[in-house]
């Protein structure tokens, strides 16, 4: 059974750092892209970018490069994303994705994690 | 990017009625070389994450109920729900992955009348 299995609900302060994680297993991590996603409190999901396990390579939304850092550790079939400084409109759940394929098409997210929400207050 | 739009935001629809949900994308998701268009759709039950309906615009999930059928091609796509469920109580989203810029529409909340 595939399954990804994302890191506990954190509570920061502005000006921190953090770093959120999503584990693999029941499938070939290093072959499918993982893609995270944001969704504020009561609103829509917004795509944040994808990265394949392979070879790191990233694709981030144009709206949010700079922002977050994603990367991965094959060794451990474990995704994370990452701030540098938080801020408080960066409270939101945070979603890791497998990217399916099928015959080697894209066919969208076909597995979640089940969210972390970060809170960042003062 | 690919701007989705759906529409309604919202609708209420009797238990055993159909619910139609429409998303339209900003350019053609059609991959011309494979005749798919790289649009799906998603159910998000409160406090849960998203579940893959249906992919490549019309080809449901294992799994998925048959009741729930996707439908279009190129920009105007389709998802219905053609006998609405207590269960089926959720916003909907459609997402077109023709990009490597992935898009969301905005999401229509599907509630029982």
């Known amino acids: 059974e595939v399954q990804l299995v994302q890191s506990g609900a954190e509570v920061k302060k502005p000006g921190e750092s953090l770093k959120i994680s999503c584990k693999g297993s029941g499938y070939d991590f290093t072959n499918y892209w993982i893609g995270w996603v944001r969704q504020m409190s009561g609103k829509g999901l917004e795509w944040m970018g994808i990265?394949?396990?392979?070879?790191?390579?990233?694709r981030y939304s144009p709206s949010l490069q700079g922002q977050v850092t994603m990367s991965v550790d094959k060794s451990i079939s474990t995704a994370y994303l990452q701030w540098s400084s938080l801020r408080a409109s960066h409270t939101a759940i945070y979603y890791c994705?497998?990217?399916?394929?099928?015959?080697?098409?894209?066919?969208?997210?076909?597995?979640w994690g089940q969210g972390t929400l970060v809170t960042v207050s003062s | 990017d690919i701007v989705m739009t759906q529409s309604p935001d919202s609708l209420a629809v009797s238990v055993g009625e159909r619910a139609t949900i429409n998303c339209k994308s900003s350019q053609s998701v059609l991959d011309s070389s494979n005749n798919k268009n790289y649009l799906g759709w998603y159910q998000q039950k409160p406090g849960q994450p998203p579940k893959l309906l249906i992919y490549?615009?019309?080809t449901r999930e294992s799994g998925v109920p048959d009741r729930f059928s996707g439908s279009g091609s190129g920009t105007d796509f389709t998802l219905t729900i053609s006998s609405l469920q207590a269960e089926d109580v959720a916003v909907y989203y459609c997402q077109q992955y023709y990009s490597t810029s992935i898009t969301f529409g905005g999401g229509t909340k599907v509630e029982i009348k």
């Open positions: 990265i394949y396990p392979g070879d790191s390579d990233t």
């Open positions: 490549w615009a019309s």
């Open positions: 994705a497998r990217l399916s394929t099928i015959f080697g098409v894209v066919s969208g997210f076909d597995s």
